[in-house]
């Protein structure tokens, strides 16, 4: 499968209506496309933190908290798992969902700050989790395209100010509990996530959804080859092989930085990578032309509007979404010139499978456990 994606900036404005209504729900964040496919078939090393000895462990029930540190927004999961049976998968019991905004990039200049975002839910999280579980309970925060942005000595500064909120709290802290998290393990956390809901990963017939998602900064593609010639004409950095419940998979996934929903919209506006004057308009002709607004993104303050042509006959228009045409040009671009899509490719849009959120975060704390002995 050959992937090909052209630079935000030369994606076309123009595009049919009939995608307005398929692709509106994709200008959230962190939304997930599931296209289908057939299963025909080591986890990665270094990704979580070592085997660690849980002393005095109830037998049944077990809790983990996963934080996720997008461009957009921080995010905490709150995760209670049932192992009924050592050969199965552990049940997942429920979830507790919460999110603040902005992201934790946004308080590049202020680490202090970004770290008390976090702290305030993790007192959430004291009051899901008993108390008596508190010890036991792992606690780990990912952050991905927004810091990953960043220059180094002011991503590691905002993670250094979360690790001690986590080291002052009550929970469980393993090494390497706050990271940066690379683009394809994202993907690969996220297809794990989906395809575990589905109950694509037990049972006896087997079938896998492939993943795309879109974030702020990022955008990844995740699915299982249907043949093994696929897997020799793609990249060997776009393959990883791992071993989940009993069963082993090798993946094409990858990461494109920088082509995320905010920053493409970055690109469009020719704002991508520019030191910003305060007063500096950027104005686009896939914005309404008579719009005049501010935006604010990664801490930085942007001033847009828009020029004469395309956008102007948008008959649902509205204050609350100025970037609708925009990002509805972005998305179709991307999924037809960038990925090789066709119109008639049967994607779906889900936010959430049987009341669970689809991000990669609950793939991502299936592995800790299994990392720390709580599940098979």
Known sequence: MLIHTPAASRFPCRMAASWLTIFLMLALSSIYCVVSHPSPDMWFQGLFPPRVCLANAHTNTFYGIMFDAGSTGTR???????????????????????????GLSAYVDQPEKGAETVKGLLKMA????????????????????????????????????????????????????????DGSSEGVLAWITVNFLTGQLYGQNQM???????????????????????????????????EMFNSTYKLYTHSYLGFGLKAARLATLGALEMKVVDGQMFRSSCLPERLEAEWHFGGVRYQYGGNKEVCDNMDRYTSASPFLCMDLSYITALLKE????????????????????????????FHLLQSLGLSH
């Open 126 to 181: 004291k009051e899901a989790v008993p108390c008596s579980h508190w010890k036991e309970t792992p606690v780990v925060l990912k952050a991905t395209a927004g810091l990953r942005l960043l220059p180094e000595p002011k991503a590691q500064a905002l993670l250094s100010e979360v690790r001690e909120v986590f080291e002052k709290s009550p929970f469980l802290v393993p090494n390497n509990s706050v990271s940066i998290m």
């Open 208 to 242: 896998t959804v492939g993943t795309l998602d879109l974030g702020g900064a990022s955008t990844q593609i995740t699915f299982l080859p249907r043949s093994e010639e696929t897997l020799e004409q793609t990249p060997v950095d776009f393959v990883t092989s791992f």
């Open 76 to 102: 905490i999961h709150i995760y209670t798992f049932v192992q009924k049976n050592p050969e199965q998968p552990p049940e997942l019991e429920g979830e507790i969902f919460e999110s603040v905004k902005p």
């Open 338 to 365: 960038g990925f090789g899509f066709g119109d008639n490719t049967l994607l779906q849009l889900t936010k959430k499978v049987n009341n669970v959120e689809t991000s990669w975060a609950l793939g991502a704390t």
